[in-house]
């Protein structure tokens, strides 16, 4: 696996490639993510991974500066896994000018669920990846990126991006990577003491019996149930920010009946320190 620093390196290690496939991490890798890099090598002719912890998502009580950076195994593990090329930039690297410009997503679907609670996070994450989509697929005639259905909203966002900016690149998702209690795999799980991550499972199964719940029911109905699952998810001593069933295109609320309807459900909630997210498609 060769291991770049700079944007132009990184254009001349993917010269001779027409479809690269592109994983983005910040590191601190887990099975998740060489899932995705391991599908990556499905997608196209190239697969290249990038670490870098992204200032410009994190709020500052945020944990940018405490984020765990784990670059000798994460470069093990993505040589394992059959990776290529890994891009790890420098903040310089990829900013050397300070990043006055910014990629301003569409409020409807920014600014509710993780925008509503940590403001101004998806501009962050629509600015570097814009950026590195420009980095590796800049003269190509197509590519691919691969995103974990976790981060549900981010995905659906970004592909909002790309079919906006007309970029020549498809965006895949791969499934959620879960330990066998459930619990979706997380960089930030690695924060939970051992008493909270027997705990943390509690947050699935919140969502699996919400969706259990909204099935069959009508949409006038679903406000009761989701406050219901939040007060069940604070008893236990959680601060939930939310638990609740959305449409799967457009993350809105849904209307009627429910039944049959492309739904998901979504929550968000800090355990101790840690805050965690999880999402059901049903």
């Given at each position: 696996?060769?291991?770049?620093?700079?944007?132009?390196?990184?254009?001349?290690?993917?010269?001779?490639?027409?479809?690269?496939?592109?994983?983005?991490?910040?590191?601190?890798?887990?099975?998740?993510?060489?899932?995705?890099?391991?599908?990556?090598?499905?997608?196209?002719?190239?697969?290249?991974?990038?670490?870098?912890?992204?200032?410009?998502?994190?709020?500052?009580?945020?944990?940018?500066?405490?984020?765990?950076?784990?670059?000798?195994?994460?470069?093990?593990?993505?040589?394992?896994?059959?990776?290529?090329?890994?891009?790890?930039?420098?903040?310089?690297?990829?900013?050397?000018?300070?990043?006055?410009?910014?990629?301003q997503?569409?409020?409807?679907?920014?600014?509710?669920?993780?925008?509503?609670?940590?403001?101004?996070?998806?501009?962050?994450?629509?600015?570097?990846?814009?950026?590195?989509?420009?980095?590796?697929?800049a003269?190509?005639?197509?590519?691919?990126?691969?995103?974990?259905?976790?981060?549900?909203?981010?995905?659906?966002?970004?592909?909002?991006?790309?079919?906006?900016?007309?970029?020549?690149?498809?965006?895949?998702?791969?499934?959620?990577?879960?330990?066998?209690?459930?619990?979706?795999?997380?960089?930030?799980?690695?924060?939970?003491?051992?008493s909270?991550?027997?705990?943390?499972?509690?947050?699935?199964?919140?969502?699996?019996?919400?969706?259990?719940?909204?099935?069959?029911?009508?949409?006038?109905?679903?406000?009761?149930?989701?406050?219901?699952?939040?007060?069940?998810?604070?008893?236990?001593?959680?601060?939930?920010?939310?638990?609740?069933?959305?449409?799967?295109?457009?993350?809105?609320?849904?209307?009627?009946?429910l039944?049959?309807?492309?739904?998901?459900?979504?929550g968000?909630?800090?355990?101790?320190?840690?805050?965690?997210?999880?999402?059901?498609?049903?």
């Amino acid at each position: 696996m060769n291991i770049v620093h700079t944007i132009e390196q990184l254009r001349a290690a993917l010269a001779s490639s027409r479809h690269p496939a592109f994983v983005a991490t910040m590191g601190n890798l887990h099975r998740g993510h060489l899932a995705l890099v391991r599908q990556a090598q499905q997608s196209g002719d190239f697969t290249v991974a990038s670490i870098f912890v992204n200032r410009l998502q994190f709020a500052p009580h945020e944990d940018f500066d405490s984020y765990p950076r784990t670059f000798e195994a994460d470069v093990q593990a993505l040589r394992d896994a059959g990776c290529k090329l890994l891009f790890a930039p420098a903040e310089a690297d990829l900013y050397p000018q300070a990043q006055t410009f910014r990629v301003q997503p569409d409020p409807a679907l920014a600014d509710i669920l993780e925008g509503q609670f940590r403001p101004g996070f998806f501009t962050g994450v629509c600015t570097v990846v814009f950026k590195l989509f420009q980095a590796i697929f800049a003269g190509k005639s197509e590519g691919t990126a691969l995103f974990g259905l976790k981060d549900y909203q981010q995905q659906l966002i970004i592909r909002h991006m790309v079919r906006q900016f007309a970029l020549p690149m498809t965006i895949a998702t791969g499934a959620t990577q879960r330990d066998p209690d459930g619990l979706a795999l997380s960089s930030r799980n690695g924060y939970l003491s051992p008493s909270e991550r027997a705990e943390a499972v509690a947050l699935p199964r919140a969502l699996q019996a919400l969706a259990t719940a909204a099935r069959g029911c009508n949409a006038g109905q679903l406000p009761e149930l989701e406050a219901q699952a939040l007060r069940a998810l604070q008893a236990r001593g959680w601060q939930a920010d939310y638990l609740t069933v959305r449409q799967r295109e457009n993350l809105l609320p849904p209307q009627g009946a429910l039944e049959g309807q492309a739904l998901v459900a979504l929550g968000a909630a800090r355990l101790g320190r840690t805050r965690l997210i999880d999402n059901l498609e049903f």
